[in-house]
């Protein structure tokens, strides 16, 4: 995040004024509405790139229970990625690509794509994510405070929080349960002796 990228403002506020295109159903199998192949490309073009026939297998799926979040989160991201900033600095098709790729699976499995539009704080964190993931973090702030709020923010590392503590708890739980069987073991065979 060494570069400076647009305010987080007009990036948050494009998402809250996130057009109902961008929000129907994608086309899944012979389902839906919205090919997201062809909504990538275009984006991939605006911003300069030259977007392969590889890039966008991506965004074709037969598997609507897999896909169908992922696709619909990929569209905004889409809608945000298209804001003038980003078609007016050059060099960033391929990292956009990637990041529609790849760095959306994980959020979408999480939350439901239209709450990045509707919640703020999702909001905030898709517009966090895709600044990271270009290299860059929103203007007027260093790295370490766009990074501490991301951390903040981040769904997905709040889960795996939430999940290493569930973990820590059933084997604090396991361990006491064993401690509980020895010193009833050790009692009985105290008992036993006397």
């Given at each position: 995040?060494?570069?400076?990228?647009?305010?987080?403002?007009?990036?948050?506020r494009?998402?809250?004024e996130c057009?109902?295109?961008?929000?129907?159903?994608?086309?899944?199998?012979?389902?839906?509405?919205?090919?997201?192949?062809?909504?990538?490309?275009?984006?991939?073009r605006?911003?300069?790139?030259?977007?392969?026939?590889?890039?966008?297998?991506?965004?074709?799926?037969?598997s609507?229970?897999?896909?169908?979040?992922?696709?619909?989160?990929?569209?905004?991201?889409?809608?945000?990625?298209?804001?003038?900033?980003?078609?007016?600095?050059?060099?960033?098709a391929?990292?956009v690509?990637?990041?529609?790729?790849?760095?959306?699976?994980?959020?979408?499995?999480?939350?439901?794509?239209?709450?990045?539009?509707?919640?703020?704080?999702?909001?905030?964190?898709?517009?966090?994510?895709?600044?990271?993931?270009?290299?860059?973090?929103?203007?007027?702030?260093?790295?370490?405070?766009?990074?501490?709020?991301l951390?903040?923010?981040?769904?997905?590392?709040?889960?795996?929080?939430i999940?290493?503590?569930?973990?820590?708890?059933?084997?604090?739980?396991?361990?006491?349960?064993?401690?509980?069987?020895k010193?009833?073991?050790?009692?009985?065979l105290?008992?036993?002796?006397?």
């Amino acid at each position: 995040m060494n570069n400076e990228g647009p305010p987080l403002e007009s990036l948050t506020r494009r998402l809250a004024e996130c057009p109902a295109d961008f929000l129907a159903e994608p086309r899944i199998g012979k389902a839906g509405s919205i090919n997201v192949a062809a909504v990538v490309a275009d984006l991939l073009r605006d911003l300069g790139g030259t977007p392969s026939r590889v890039q966008l297998a991506a965004f074709d799926s037969k598997s609507p229970k897999r896909d169908r979040n992922r696709l619909r989160l990929v569209l905004i991201a889409c809608w945000l990625l298209h804001n003038a900033w980003f078609r007016e600095h050059t060099g960033l098709a391929n990292y956009v690509s990637t990041f529609l790729v790849t760095g959306l699976t994980e959020l979408a499995e999480l939350t439901q794509a239209p709450k990045f539009v509707s919640d703020p704080d999702r909001r905030e964190e898709l517009a966090r994510l895709c600044l990271q993931s270009l290299g860059l973090r929103p203007a007027g702030e260093t790295d370490v405070q766009a990074q501490d709020r991301l951390a903040t923010l981040n769904t997905a590392e709040r889960q795996r929080v939430i999940k290493a503590a569930r973990e820590a708890e059933a084997r604090a739980q396991e361990i006491r349960r064993k401690m509980a069987e020895k010193e009833a073991y050790e009692a009985s065979l105290k008992t036993f002796r006397e």
